[in-house]
């Protein structure tokens, strides 16, 4: 089968020594080194592999006389057509196992070969010569010669002339490959230095927005001029379902968002992976990306969990995604959910301060509203607890001198939270001490007033208060009181009798004409009176418990016999042990009242 190999120079200098050669085999041994000097020469020369393939092909043709050659490279994917010269058209490869086992070592000829392989490639070739470019044990390439005239078979002499000339480019075939290779890494790098550039800049833009919009716009934009894309949209994940952020190139009708939102379709979507448009058959998804010509769909992920979306169409440049364009595209999503999540917590931590500093003035303002001492009337004792949550309620309560011998006391809880219940309570405080100035005893006509000037000054706010007013006379022991929807004060006998001031009507706030009712009530000695909130009624523990009236009756059944301090230390120990470490969402305020002779 082995038609020849390279020449031994020893053999031919051997040869001339023993002078076995005729003049005119000295004159082809002569011509065979200088044509092997020049190529030599030239070998040198040549900078890529097309110009060795090319050098080699035209050399052996001259040699040989053939009509036709053919420079095929051993690559991972099989036989790659490097050069050719001589055929009308681009000559056929086929699969040839470049890791053949033994080794191919020698030049064959078409009538002299018998491997199934060999055979496969004279005849879809056309060649009557097949050379093996090696290296050690590894085959580089092929070189295959034909249309010779007459068919005529090339001497042995001639074959290894032949796979000497090709052997000689083994060096400038690694090299060639060397530079490709490092040409290819090169460019590599370029891109890789270019991406990491573009990254670094568009990390500062990205740090110096706080809007999701214009972030995941910045994205879309950097992508697609990036890439050179022609389409490109990116879809975010929210409580409320798929938003889309950015959008260039695709035109998506109602309709086709209403089926990026529906989970017939996103539940295909890739969860970890980018996902090809050639890597789906069929289905929903595969007609939708068709219909808009969407290539790829990769996932936003962050922290191990998939935040959006980007779908891409094709590229301009018509080249197909590869894994430098992943992890571009992964590390520019990844930075932009980077710089949105900041930015929610930017916007989180402005908010936050937002509502601490108007927590504050609120805190203050409700402050400011409490009196600043308790009565001291000889004939009570008074006591007052007041404990805030963290969110500020509308809780309120005063002690008003209506007249040497009466006290206006007064309880209120307006709805809502923070500074608008900060500003009622503070209208509402001021128009209260405006009318006892007036030393207005009538508790009706006093509520009427405060509840008209509510509604014209805060009807549109929705808000409402709850409200006790009664004005004690501490000579009489009478007291007259309106119950504005408020928490019924409760009245601890010393008999044990429970006695509730409910005589009044609705809330304050509503509606400016509402008819009130006035209640009277004399209190006994040791008669005990607590005016609350249902801050403390409605105060819960960690298993959603309510305090409850029962329990505020039993402490003051217990301690009815104490002083109004010591009931209320007792009480409010009650209520915090059953709140435990549960948070407090309404403010506690109470008053004791007591009257001791």
Not at 563 to 591: A, P
Request: proline share 3%.
């Amino acid at each position: 089968m082995q038609a020849g190999s390279s020449l031994d120079y020893r053999n031919i200098i051997e040869s001339f020594k023993a002078k076995q050669l005729t003049d005119r085999e000295i004159e082809q041994r002569l011509s065979d080194l200088m044509l092997l000097f020049d190529f030599s020469s030239s070998l040198n020369r040549s900078g890529s592999l097309q110009e060795t393939a090319n050098l080699l092909l035209l050399t052996l043709m001259g040699y040989t006389a053939a009509r036709r050659s053919v420079f095929l490279l051993c690559t991972k994917e099989g036989l790659e057509l490097v050069a050719w010269k001589g055929f009308r058209s681009t000559p056929t490869t086929l699969k040839f196992p470049c890791d053949l086992h033994p080794p191919f070592r020698d030049a064959y000829q078409a009538d002299s070969s018998s491997a199934m392989e060999l055979k496969e490639l004279f005849e879809v070739l056309g060649v009557q010569i097949i050379v093996p470019l090696h290296q050690d044990d590894k085959l580089l390439g092929l070189i295959g010669l034909g249309g010779k005239s007459g068919n005529k078979r090339e001497s042995n002499h001639e074959v290894q002339m032949v796979a000497s000339l090709v052997q000689m480019c083994t060096n400038s075939v690694k090299n060639a490959e060397i530079h490709k290779m490092l040409e290819s890494l090169n460019r590599q790098l370029i891109l890789r230095v270019y991406q990491l550039n573009t990254l670094f800049e568009l990390s500062k833009d990205f740090n110096a927005v706080w809007d999701s919009q214009t972030i995941f716009r910045m994205l879309g934009n950097s992508l697609t001029g990036q890439l050179l894309l022609s389409r490109c949209a990116v879809f975010t994940r929210s409580d409320n379902g798929l938003v889309l952020q950015f959008c260039r190139g695709f035109r998506f009708a109602e309709e086709d968002l209403e089926k990026i939102r529906s989970k017939s379709l996103n539940k295909n979507f890739p969860h970890k992976t980018p996902l090809l448009i050639s890597e789906l058959s069929s289905g929903a998804l595969h007609e939708f990306m068709t219909a808009h010509k969407a290539h790829l769909i990769f996932p936003m992920i962050m922290n191990d969990e998939v935040r959006g979306w980007i779908f891409l169409g094709d590229r301009r440049t018509r080249k197909g995604y590869i894994q430098e364009d992943y992890d571009f595209i992964a590390t520019l999503s990844s930075l932009s959910l980077v710089s949105d999540e900041n930015a929610r917590m930017q916007q989180q931590m402005i908010e936050k301060q937002r509502m601490e500093k108007e927590l504050s003035i609120a805190r203050e303002i409700q402050f400011s509203l409490l009196p600043q001492s308790i009565p001291n009337i000889p004939t009570y004792g008074i006591a007052t607890a007041f404990q805030p949550a963290y969110q500020v309620g509308g809780d309120y309560f005063d002690f008003i001198p209506v007249s040497d011998t009466e006290l206006a006391i007064a309880i209120g809880d307006v709805s809502g939270k923070s500074t608008p219940a900060a500003m009622i309570m503070a209208s509402l405080q001021a128009s209260l001490r405006a009318l006892a100035s007036m030393q207005i005893s009538d508790p009706v006509l006093t509520i009427q007033r405060i509840n008209k000037l509510l509604v014209r000054s805060h009807g549109k706010s929705n808000k409402y208060v709850t409200f006790f007013y009664g004005i004690l006379n501490h000579q009489t022991h009478e007291l007259v009181y309106v119950n504005a929807g408020h928490c019924y004060p409760l009245i601890v006998k010393k008999n044990g009798k429970i006695d509730r001031l409910e005589t009044g009507g609705m809330v304050m706030g509503f509606f400016d004409d509402v008819p009130y009712k006035q209640g009277r009530y004399s209190l006994e000695p040791d008669d005990l009176m607590i005016l609350y909130t249902d801050g403390v009624s409605e105060l819960v523990d960690s298993e959603g418990e309510e305090y409850g009236i029962d329990r505020i009756v039993q402490v003051l059944k217990q301690n009815h016999n104490e002083s109004v301090s010591q009931i209320r230390d007792e009480l409010v120990k009650n209520l915090t042990v059953h709140r435990g470490d549960e948070n407090q969402f309404d403010d506690v305020t109470l008053i004791l009242l007591k009257r001791i002779e």
